[in-house]
């Protein structure tokens, strides 16, 4: 699923007339601009075009063509909607899709193995990166320039500088 991006996860229905209830994994707006996502319905793939969106405190509600009863719908609780790489929006310098960071080694500015990145907290002022540690203790590294020196999606590799008083 690497020509996949993740961009949200169906959390339960809405009503009874097939709307779902989505936690977002980019920015919620972004559903405005989609025609349709990908249905990961464990077995297949389902393409499933968006008719309507609405917002709901930090999840949005999607009504999908076709789907019209609270039956059709409730089967997929739980499961990730993805949209094609190439319907992606455009990235900034230095901003990077979460997809691509989660798994990634983390090393130290020495080149020696410090972790791997599990995941990603979206606080507001800026993104905080969990690390594993290899005795699966976690570290939270704030993704600030003077911490994240470089990030390198083609060999899977993060560089940071451990700023005092971070472990």
């Known amino acids: 699923m690497e020509d996949l991006l993740k961009v949200g996860v169906i959390t339960t229905t809405h009503g009874v ?12 707006e972004r559903f405005l601009d989609l025609e349709y ?9 389902k393409k499933l075009e968006i008719r ?7 999840l949005v509600i999607l009504k999908f063509d076709g789907i019209d009863n609270i039956n059709d719908i409730e089967m997929y609780k739980g499961r990730d909607l993805w949209v094609p790489r190439e ?5 900034d310098e230095d901003e990077y899709y979460i997809g691509d960071l989660i798994g990634m080694e983390v090393v ?14 979206e606080t507001g002022a ?8 290899p005795d699966h203790q ?8 003077e911490c994240i020196l470089d990030v390198d999606l083609e ?13």
């Open 52 to 58: 309507n969106v609405k917002f709901f405190k930090n």
């Open 138 to 145: 976690e570290v939270l590294l704030p993704a600030i320039r």
């Open 155 to 167: 060999e899977n590799v993060m560089t940071v500088h451990l700023m005092k008083g971070l472990l």
């Open 126 to 133: 800026n993104d905080v990166y969990v690390v594993e540690l």
């Open 108 to 121: 130290l500015e020495d080149n020696t193995h410090f972790g791997t990145l599990k995941d990603v907290m």
């Open 37 to 45: 996502v990908i249905l990961d319905a464990g077995r297949e793939m």
């Open 17 to 28: 007339r097939g709307e779902v209830k989505v936690f977002p994994t980019t920015d919620p």
């Open 87 to 91: 319907e992606a929006q455009e990235l």
